[in-house]
Nanobody, 123 residues
Framework: QEQLVQSGGGLVQPGGSVRLSCTAS????????IAWFRQAPGKEREAVSC????????YYLDSVKGRLTISRDNTKNTVYLQMNSLKPEDTGVYYC????????????????WGQGTQVTVSS
């Protein structure tokens, strides 16, 4: 069965860090771009970051630039989102999703989705 499995997240204090992982099962990530989306309470899902199959990186929100790093390890079939200097407004459910080769910020274009993982930034 082809799927994306997420891990990481949880409750983090402001200023803290967390790393989210997205591992492909049943297919290899080599030919896929992987994006991270966030859905904050009461808000629509928005694209946060994406890494293309070539390794090109995109950060879609000005609020996260300089604090988040997306990376991939194709040998582990996994994409990571390292989140530093977390703020309460980073709180939400984070989803990873796959798209063939290139990145796009448009959620409907993505095929496989992870199950979502909660990140709560609070003291």
């Amino acid at each position: 069965q082809e799927q994306l499995v997420q891990s990481g997240g949880g409750l983090v204090q402001p200023g803290g860090s967390v790393r989210l992982s997205c591992t492909a099962s049943g297919f290899t990530l080599d030919s896929y771009a992987i994006a991270w989306f966030r859905q904050a309470p009461g808000k629509e899902r928005e694209a946060v970051s994406c890494i293309a199959s070539s390794g090109g990186r995109f950060y879609y929100l000005d609020s996260v630039k300089g604090r988040l790093t997306i990376s991939r390890d194709n040998t582990k079939n996994t994409v990571y989102l390292q989140m530093n200097s977390l703020k309460p407004e980073d709180t939400g459910v984070y989803y990873c999703a796959s798209h063939y080769i290139i990145c796009t910020p448009d959620a409907p274009d993505f095929g496989y989705w992870g199950q979502g993982t909660q990140v709560t930034v609070s003291s």
